[in-house]
């Protein structure tokens, strides 16, 4: 359960945005689950916070009760390309994904969806989910960059660590294609050196996710990234509320927070 104490670390600790993640497939059937999530979102925003929920698919009533609760952001990535996702998911389509992300915009929510390199894919793929997310009716604000992280006993357990390099280049081929969008450097930065991720952030990417874990898997410690922030230059941005937020920037997650900064 959501503590308060969770939502007053991460706010203390400079984050701008909580955010929360449930390993769901959907909302349909989480009547109890999803009412307590719009008391969270209400109380989130009372402590002057913005707040994203990841929550799986949702339908467009469900868009809207979020967007009244004072819902900032809603967290659907699209993973990969079209033509390999199938190869990656199989629980729900790939236009189910993309019908998600209409409701949300419909709804009045600004959208964080990006993707994973790493699965497996070719480099068309890359191209292909930057392609489907630049050509949106509307760019996403939020569009997160990550990198797998292979854990053991999953399919992709054996997958080659993807290269800073592999990174920089989605990075910044988001940052060309999607000017406005806070790109966010998000999982498998916990293997990249601070030298490395300063590449990642003179390519473009002005936001982090932050936090003891991404969902399930490890991320850098949090006086690491602050001591980061203070070499580099990174001065924390204040929170939007809505409005849309600004394109030189640097945030956090923890179960999920995030904290903007700016170059």
Request: proline residues 4%; glycine residues 8%; aromatic residues 6%.
């Amino acid at each position: 359960m959501l503590s308060w104490k969770q939502q007053k670390k991460a706010k203390e600790s400079g984050s701008t945005r909580f955010c929360m993640g449930a390993a769901w497939r959907e909302t349909i059937g989480r009547k109890s689950n999803f009412n307590q999530i719009l008391e969270y979102v209400k109380e989130i925003r009372g402590m002057g916070m913005e707040v994203c929920c990841t929550l799986g698919m949702i339908e467009k009533q469900q868009a809207e009760e979020l967007k009244k609760a004072g819902l900032t952001a809603y967290n659907h990535n699209l993973d990969t390309s079209r033509e390999y996702y199938p190869n990656i998911i199989t629980t729900r389509s790939y236009d189910d994904r993309l019908q998600t992300l209409e409701h949300v915009r419909e709804a009045g929510i600004s959208i964080c969806s990006g993707g994973i390199i790493g699965l497996g894919e070719a480099e068309e793929d890359r191209v292909g989910l930057l392609h489907t997310l630049a050509t949106l009716p509307t760019h996403p604000e939020s569009v997160p960059i990550n990198a797998l992280v292979a854990v053991k006993g999953t399919p992709l357990e054996d997958q080659k660590p993807v290269e800073i390099w592999e990174m920089i280049r989605m990075i910044a081929t988001a940052r060309i294609t999607m000017p406005k969008a806070m790109v966010r450097l998000s999982a498998g930065r916990v293997r990249f050196s601070m030298p490395e991720q300063a590449l990642c952030f003179l390519a473009g990417a002005n936001s982090i996710f932050a936090g003891e874990k991404l969902l399930t898997t490890a991320n850098n410690d949090f006086d690491a990234d602050q001591a980061m922030f203070k070499i580099l230059g990174l001065i924390p941005k204040a929170p939007s509320f809505g409005e849309e937020e600004a394109s030189a920037a640097a945030p956090t997650e923890s179960e999920r927070s995030e904290q903007a900064a700016s170059m």
